[in-house]
């Protein structure tokens, strides 16, 4: 028997955990688990097998929401179709204030949101700045068709699906995230970002990513990154068994939290992501580490503030 977990932390993160062949000890883990989603409503949904969430359960939203407007909502989505792990209006204003007060994002600015989810961080910008320009992509189909609903009056909001391949959120996906290239042109973006994003991907596809923001940006734009990162901090917090995420084990110069899903979460070496976005033509501006490390911080994931070099 194989059950799927979605373990909700600081009502922003989505964290699913796999146990097969469960034994009584397995059903004592998965209460333990359980703790992380408040609510029963949260507990009944993190029931769900993902497989099942975003396959069937994936296409039967997607019709629900491009032929009725039974989950139209107001300003948010109904709750239970949302995937970044709660607190849509609430998070989505936070990571923009984050990306104000830390990477100097303002109105007037031309965006590119990789990964734009169900558009929690769109609906939160449009509230805040009356001129952006907004290009969001993303791999969840039924995520992007939402945003295209709700934003349909608002054409400087623009969302596309890309359908690249995650073991994670899109496993029927035809794509490959390492040779994907962003559609925008280059040189078009003043601000490029990423959350939650780089956490679910391996390091050959953020390496192309970090490439394809450089591409993007004009120059002396600004990218604004959340990840994972193992530096000498997170490192004692790890070892001493604080964080839930531990990153025990290695694959293709990343660490990942679980060998059965390796998209659940990835983290990546301080120096090593630092040279990737350098040699990408990003420069590091600013690190802000994240809560996920056990340690009380402004946001749950670690986040960079880069940079476009002169170089490229």
Same mark, same amino acid.
């Given at each position: 028997?194989?059950?799927?977990?979605?373990?909700?932390?600081?009502?922003?993160?989505?964290?699913?955990?796999?146990?097969?062949?469960?034994?009584?000890?397995?059903?004592?883990?998965?209460?333990?688990?359980?703790?992380?989603?408040?609510?029963?409503?949260?507990?009944?949904?993190?029931?769900?097998?993902?497989?099942?969430?975003?396959?069937?359960?994936?296409?039967?939203?997607?019709?629900?929401?491009?032929?009725?407007?039974?989950?139209?909502?107001?300003?948010?989505?109904?709750?239970?179709?949302?995937?970044?792990?709660?607190?849509?209006?609430?998070?989505?204003?936070?990571?923009?204030?984050?990306?104000?007060?830390?990477?100097?994002?303002?109105?007037?600015?031309?965006?590119? %949101?990789?990964? @734009?989810?169900?558009?929690?961080? $769109?609906?939160?910008?449009?509230? !805040? &700045?009356?001129?952006? /320009?907004?290009?969001?992509?993303?791999?969840?189909?039924?995520?992007?068709?939402?945003?295209?609903?709700?934003?349909?009056?608002?054409?400087?909001?623009?969302?596309?699906?890309?359908?690249?391949?995650?073991?994670?959120?899109?496993?029927?996906?035809?794509?490959?995230?390492?040779?994907?290239?962003?559609?925008?042109?280059?040189?078009?973006?003043?601000?490029?970002?990423?959350?939650?994003?780089?956490?679910?991907?391996?390091?050959?596809?953020?390496?192309?990513?970090?490439?394809?923001?450089?591409?993007?940006?004009?120059?002396?734009?600004?990218?604004?990154?959340?990840?994972?990162?193992? %530096?000498?901090? @997170?490192?004692?917090?790890?070892? $001493?068994?604080?964080?839930?995420? !531990? &990153?025990?084990?290695? /694959?293709?110069?990343?660490?990942?939290?679980?060998?059965?899903?390796?998209?659940?979460?990835?983290?990546?070496?301080?120096?090593?992501?630092?040279?990737?976005?350098?040699?990408?033509?990003?420069?590091?501006?600013?690190?802000?580490?994240?809560?996920?490390?056990?340690?009380?911080?402004?946001?749950?994931?670690?986040?960079?503030?880069?940079?476009?070099?002169?170089?490229?």
């Amino acid at each position: 028997m194989l059950i799927s977990l979605d373990v909700i932390i600081d009502n922003e993160y989505v964290c699913p955990a796999e146990f097969a062949d469960l034994p009584s000890a397995g059903v004592a883990s998965i209460l333990k688990r359980l703790k992380y989603a408040s609510g029963w409503k949260k507990k009944l949904k993190a029931l769900i097998p993902r497989g099942f969430k975003y396959t069937v359960l994936s296409d039967l939203l997607e019709f629900l929401i491009s032929r009725t407007p039974l989950l139209d909502g107001k300003d948010e989505p109904p709750r239970f179709i949302e995937f970044g792990g709660g607190g849509f209006i609430p998070i989505g204003n936070h990571l923009v204030a984050l990306m104000v007060t830390r990477a100097g994002l303002a109105d007037g600015t031309t965006v590119i %949101d990789i990964g @734009s989810g169900i558009g929690r961080t $769109a609906v939160a910008l449009s509230k !805040r &700045f009356a001129n952006i /320009r907004y290009f969001g992509f993303d791999v969840v189909r039924f995520g992007v068709t939402w945003c295209q609903k709700h934003f349909a009056a608002a054409p400087s909001y623009r969302f596309q699906h890309a359908n690249i391949f995650n073991s994670f959120y899109n496993p029927r996906g035809s794509e490959t995230a390492e040779t994907y290239q962003f559609p925008v042109p280059g040189r078009s973006a003043d601000f490029v970002f990423a959350t939650s994003v780089f956490t679910h991907m391996p390091r050959v596809e953020v390496a192309h990513y970090l490439r394809e923001t450089a591409r993007c940006l004009k120059r002396g734009g600004t990218a604004y990154f959340t990840c994972f990162i193992v %530096d000498a901090e @997170s490192r004692r917090q790890i070892e $001493a068994g604080v964080p839930l995420f !531990r &990153f025990r084990y290695s /694959r293709d110069g990343s660490f990942i939290e679980s060998l059965e899903e390796p998209d659940l979460a990835v983290a990546y070496e301080k120096a090593d992501f630092e040279a990737m976005a350098a040699k990408a033509g990003l420069e590091v501006v600013a690190f802000y580490p994240g809560s996920w490390r056990g340690i009380s911080y402004q946001d749950f994931q670690d986040a960079y503030v880069l940079r476009v070099t002169g170089e490229i």
